[in-house]
């Protein structure tokens, strides 16, 4: 069984920073990609980034210079280094496993391991 958890969200004021991170359990994360979506009220989900097995990364155009993801495999973690946030950015955050990122950006994409967690809420406001 391949768990997931997110945290690290909260309320930020716009031009802030949050480090969102992703904790695996029950597989080797060095056999996955990670992928992070992020889902707003009212908007279909989408994905953000992700980190190929490799360690290469990939962003959305919109986060593009403002995030940053990282993988720590002996820590089975996942980072989403966050900042400049904007409004737009405000969302509930969710990480996948899968086996590669070539997926992550397609609409609506629901990778084949794992199952949507709880998410972590970030929130950015004045």
């Known amino acids: 069984q391949l768990w997931l958890v997110e945290s690290g969200g909260g309320l930020v004021q716009p031009g802030g920073s949050l480090t969102l991170s992703c904790v695996v359990s029950?597989?080797?994360?060095?056999?996955?990609?990670i992928l992070w979506f992020r889902q707003a009220p009212g908007k279909e989900r989408e994905g953000v980034s992700c980190v190929e097995i490799d360690g290469r990364t990939f962003y959305a155009d919109s986060v593009k210079g403002r995030f940053t993801i990282s993988r720590d495999n002996a820590k089975n973690t996942v980072l989403l280094q966050t900042s400049n946030l904007n409004p737009e950015d405000t969302a509930t955050y969710y990480c996948?496993?899968?086996?590669?990122?070539?997926?992550?950006?397609?609409?609506?994409?629901?990778?084949?391991?794992?199952?949507w967690g709880q998410g972590t809420q970030v929130t950015v406001s004045s």
């Open positions: 996948r496993a899968d086996n590669v990122c070539a997926l992550y950006r397609e609409p609506q994409y629901n990778p084949p391991f794992s199952s």
């Open positions: 029950g597989f080797p994360l060095e056999n996955y990609a």
